[in-house]
């Protein structure tokens, strides 16, 4: 399993604070499936407005939490829907997917690693 | 300090909410611009703002817009955020009425450093403010007595006489001079002169309403403006002022010192334009018949004051010496 948070970034984020790094992952883990269950949604429509909005608010997110690959990846998806382009979204989809199942498990041990 | 942070987005909005809390702010934070732009148009709002670019209802530069429309509001200093980095994105934020921009995800030093900026911008600003409320209030007021000076009571005077025009309403012009004041500044000098005119400007503005104007004229001169008050309220009124000048002696670091007020009154009863000239004339004239019936009370000019006052119609309202 590769690296997809940028844990040196995202202590440096949260200015080496444990309390506020806890409180942004709980947020985040609560935030991040419902974002990509819209996209998944939308994609399965071919809803090319809402992959490209959505899109842009997942991406920011993900930017937030120094999770850059992924932002690239999702940065990609949001790209093709502005330009209309109706190819690729699956694949760009499938990308994201496997970004999000390494991300989930890091944000969790990291939220155990807060806690203690 | 207050804060606005206004995010659509949850992670980049609790993060930023969660520093600035650590950092010592009072944070209010709002998921869209609509609501951002209500808080920071209340009087007590925030006047520190970090602004998402892209937001549902309103957006930053929306936001920015709003604030910028209301002039007489305290400044509010206001970021955009955005991830965007285009020249034209910016130019436009910029244009819209922001401040600064900070590009996301940032460091929270820097996030730190830019609104600390903004605080001392915003104390500049408020340094700015009471400078030029006082020059205004220097400009517009007598410095001895803190009344309103000569040509402030004039202009406030003209304003209300074409607002009684225009809603009918009467006003009263009340020209007041301060019996014998050469002989208090002569006997007891000049300190003891200016004691007394700084207490009788207190006993005068004590004795009229809130919105009641009063200025010093000249000298020991004074104007008072009573606002929609007629005849018969004038009559009162008149009588009160001079009793509250008449009736205590004014106490002075040297010794207590009686002082009693002549008064001349014109009414303009808003049926017709009236003039300042004319109605203020007829005011002299009144106080110049009480000057001559023996000082200490009040002379009504008639209505008709715009034809020469005329000895016969001012009326003596008030005893001469108590």
Redesign the interface.
């Known amino acids: 399993m590769g690296t997809a948070l940028n844990i040196r970034e995202l202590w440096?984020?949260?200015?080496h604070?444990p309390?506020?790094l806890r409180?942004?992952m709980v947020?985040?883990l609560e935030?991040f499936p419902r974002q990509m269950q819209q996209i998944r949604e939308a994609v399965a429509r071919k809803d090319l407005e809402t992959i490209a909005t959505a899109g842009?608010?997942l991406?920011?997110?993900l930017?937030?939490?120094?999770a850059e690959k992924a932002a690239g990846d999702v940065d990609s998806l949001e790209r093709l829907a502005r330009q209309k382009a109706q190819n690729g979204l699956e694949k760009a989809l499938v990308q994201i997917e496997h970004d999000a199942a390494v991300l989930v498990t890091q944000g969790q041990a990291l939220l155990v690693e807060t806690k203690r | 300090m207050k804060i606005l942070v206004a995010d659509?987005?949850?992670?980049?909005r609790?993060?930023v909410e969660?520093?600035l809390k650590?950092a010592g702010y009072d944070v209010i934070a709002v998921e869209n611009g609509r609501l951002a732009a209500e808080y920071l148009s209340r009087a007590d709002g925030p006047r520190l703002a970090l602004l998402d670019w892209?937001m549902p209802d309103l957006d930053g530069p929306g936001v920015c817009r709003e604030i910028r429309n209301h002039e007489d509001h305290p400044y509010v200093y206001a970021i955009l955020l955005t991830?965007k980095d285009s020249k034209e994105d910016l130019v436009g934020g910029l244009e819209a009425g922001a401040d600064d921009y900070l590009t996301?995800?940032f460091?929270?030093?820097e996030l730190k450093i830019r609104l600390r900026t903004g605080e001392r911008i915003l104390r500049l600003e408020d340094k700015l403010v009471e400078a030029r409320e006082h020059m205004r209030f220097q400009a517009t007021h007598d410095p001895l007595t803190g009344l309103w000076n000569r040509r402030a009571v004039m202009e406030a005077l003209e304003m209300e006489l074409r607002r009684s025009h225009r809603e009918k309403a009467p006003v009263t012009v009340l020209l007041g001079d301060l019996d014998h004041f050469k002989q208090i500044n002569d006997t007891h000098g000049h300190i003891a002169g200016d004691e007394v005119l700084k207490e009788i400007a207190r006993r005068l503005k004590a004795s009229v309403r809130t919105y009641d104007l009063v200025g010093r004229y000249g000298g020991e001169e004074f104007l008072m403006v009573l606002v929609n008050c007629g005849r018969d309220g004038a009559l009162a009124r008149c009588e009160s002022i001079r009793e509250s000048v008449a009736t205590d002696q004014v106490e002075t670091a040297s010794r207590p010192i009686g002082v009693t007020v002549s008064i001349g009154v014109a009414v303009a009863c808003g049926r017709r334009a009236n003039s300042l000239v004319e109605l203020l004339h007829s005011a002299d004239l009144a106080l110049y018949q009480a000057k001559a019936e023996g000082r200490n009370c009040v002379k009504l000019a008639s209505d008709d004051f715009s034809s020469r006052v005329n000895p016969i119609a001012i009326e003596e309202i008030a005893p001469k010496n108590e």
């Open positions: 440096e984020r949260v200015d604070e309390e506020i409180d942004l947020s985040f935030e842009h608010t991406k920011g997110m930017s937030n939490v120094a | 659509d987005e949850l992670i980049s609790r993060l969660n520093l650590r892209v991830s996301k995800p460091h929270p030093a």
